[in-house]
């Protein structure tokens, strides 16, 4: 007879234990990572296209509320998101640079709106003539986010009752101009692919230097891509933990199947861990609480600009304070006219 007990081991137990939990982990991480088909990050998109991701933008709870961020916070990191965005797209195609450009996203929720009027600030902003189109003729909303008015626009114009130069607003510092959608009509599709909507794409590419359209998202219906193959080519926002990979390898097919041009990809709604490494810029920040206004600049730009104090030959104390950078504000308010989300 056994004069020790043989059951239990705890040596045995606490080992079987053990290696049962990592077998369980091991598997939950395996089926996770098969099951989980969302874009996170830079490469979940890389999986999906060749396209390049040409801007990261992180989310921020209160985005919602401020919609037009480069000109209500333009030094927080996202209005610099926007810049970086500006900026490689002037290096897309140094030969065959796009005058016209489509910005538009696979589903509705992406923010492509908010992204294209951003884009559009930040390019007036930095002395470029732009031209903003809504060509969202499902559901526009342009008008709404920057407080102009809607009725009279893009349809207006198409259907021979208005003139370009009469439906087209004036925004911010002159540079920018806002053609709205106008009334909202029963064949939009129809009306983006006709003779008069790729004629008066010639006549803004002639007046300015850079025209950003605004259009409904590629996969419910074919707006996006019909603009696309008759413009320099697309601009595709993709948001981050909302869209999945196979839902944005369906939109850049549509763009594919018609043969236009994809210029890039907008990763919209990062975590901020994804973009933590251009927390520099977030240096400075509005005045809180909700009345917090909106600043402009040289007799009326949106979004203040910073001008670097200029040097003399003398030498400074090296502890000289950052107050030698002098901001330049015009006491000039905008109101943003919209708070609610961008759903298109």
Same mark, same amino acid.
């Given at each position: 007879?056994?004069?020790?007990?043989?059951?239990?081991?705890?040596?045995?137990?606490?080992?079987?234990?053990?290696?049962?939990?990592?077998?369980?982990?091991?598997?939950?991480?395996?089926?996770?990572?098969?099951?989980?088909? $969302?874009?996170?990050?830079?490469?979940?998109?890389? $999986?999906?296209?060749?396209?390049?991701?040409?801007?990261?933008?992180?989310?921020?709870?209160?985005?919602?509320?401020?919609?037009?961020?480069?000109?209500?916070?333009?030094?927080?990191?996202?209005?610099?998101?926007?810049?970086?965005?500006?900026?490689?797209?002037?290096?897309?195609?140094?030969?065959?640079?796009?005058?016209?450009?489509?910005?538009?996203?696979?589903?509705?929720?992406?923010? $492509?709106?908010?992204?294209?009027?951003?884009?559009?600030?930040?390019?007036?902003?930095?002395?470029?003539?732009?031209?903003?189109?809504?060509?969202?003729?499902?559901?526009?909303?342009?008008?709404?986010?920057?407080?102009?008015?809607?009725?009279?626009?893009?349809?207006?114009?198409?259907?021979?009752?208005?003139?370009?130069?009469?439906?087209?607003?004036?925004?911010?510092?002159?540079?920018?101009?806002?053609?709205?959608?106008?009334?909202?009509?029963?064949?939009?599709?129809?009306?983006?692919?006709?003779?008069?909507?790729?004629?008066?794409?010639?006549?803004?590419?002639?007046?300015?230097?850079?025209?950003?359209?605004?259009?409904?998202?590629?996969?419910?219906?074919?707006?996006?891509?019909?603009?696309?193959?008759?413009?320099?080519?697309?601009?595709?926002?993709?948001?981050?933990?909302?869209?999945?990979?196979?839902?944005?390898?369906?939109?850049?097919?549509?763009?594919?199947?018609?043969?236009?041009?994809?210029?890039?990809?907008?990763?919209?709604?990062?975590?901020? $861990?994804?973009?933590?490494?251009?927390?520099?810029?977030?240096?400075?920040?509005?005045?809180?609480?909700?009345?917090?206004?909106?600043?402009?600049?040289?007799?009326?730009?949106?979004?203040?600009?910073?001008?670097?104090?200029?040097?003399?030959?003398?030498?400074?104390?090296?502890?000289?304070?950052?107050?030698?950078?002098?901001?330049?504000?015009?006491?000039?308010?905008?109101?943003?006219?919209?708070?609610?989300?961008?759903?298109?």
């Amino acid at each position: 007879m056994p004069t020790v007990p043989t059951s239990p081991n705890p040596k045995r137990n606490l080992a079987l234990g053990v290696l049962l939990g990592l077998i369980v982990g091991f598997g939950v991480a395996v089926l996770r990572e098969v099951l989980d088909t $969302k874009v996170r990050s830079e490469a979940d998109v890389q $999986k999906v296209t060749d396209a390049s991701v040409i801007a990261r933008i992180g989310h921020d709870e209160d985005a919602p509320q401020h919609p037009l961020i480069v000109q209500s916070s333009p030094h927080s990191h996202r209005s610099e998101a926007f810049r970086r965005l500006r900026t490689n797209l002037q290096f897309l195609d140094l030969d065959d640079r796009p005058k016209t450009i489509v910005v538009t996203s696979s589903l509705s929720g992406e923010s $492509k709106t908010t992204t294209a009027i951003n884009l559009a600030i930040t390019m007036a902003d930095a002395g470029s003539r732009v031209a903003l189109v809504d060509a969202d003729l499902r559901r526009p909303s342009i008008a709404e986010y920057m407080g102009l008015e809607g009725e009279v626009g893009l349809t207006t114009v198409l259907i021979g009752q208005a003139d370009l130069q009469d439906a087209i607003q004036p925004w911010g510092n002159g540079s920018l101009h806002v053609l709205p959608s106008g009334q909202v009509p029963p064949n939009p599709s129809e009306l983006l692919g006709s003779r008069s909507m790729a004629n008066l794409l010639e006549q803004l590419t002639s007046a300015y230097d850079i025209v950003l359209i605004d259009t409904p998202p590629l996969l419910p219906v074919t707006d996006a891509a019909i603009l696309a193959k008759i413009t320099g080519g697309a601009l595709v926002v993709a948001a981050a933990d909302n869209l999945h990979r196979q839902q944005l390898a369906d939109g850049l097919g549509a763009l594919d199947d018609v043969g236009a041009r994809v210029l890039g990809v907008v990763l919209n709604r990062l975590a901020h $861990k994804q973009t933590d490494a251009y927390s520099y810029y977030d240096y400075y920040t509005p005045a809180s609480g909700t009345g917090a206004k909106s600043r402009r600049t040289r007799g009326g730009t949106s979004g203040p600009t910073q001008r670097r104090a200029s040097r003399t030959g003398t030498r400074r104390s090296s502890s000289r304070s950052d107050a030698s950078e002098d901001m330049e504000i015009d006491p000039q308010t905008v109101q943003v006219s919209s708070p609610r989300e961008d759903n298109s």
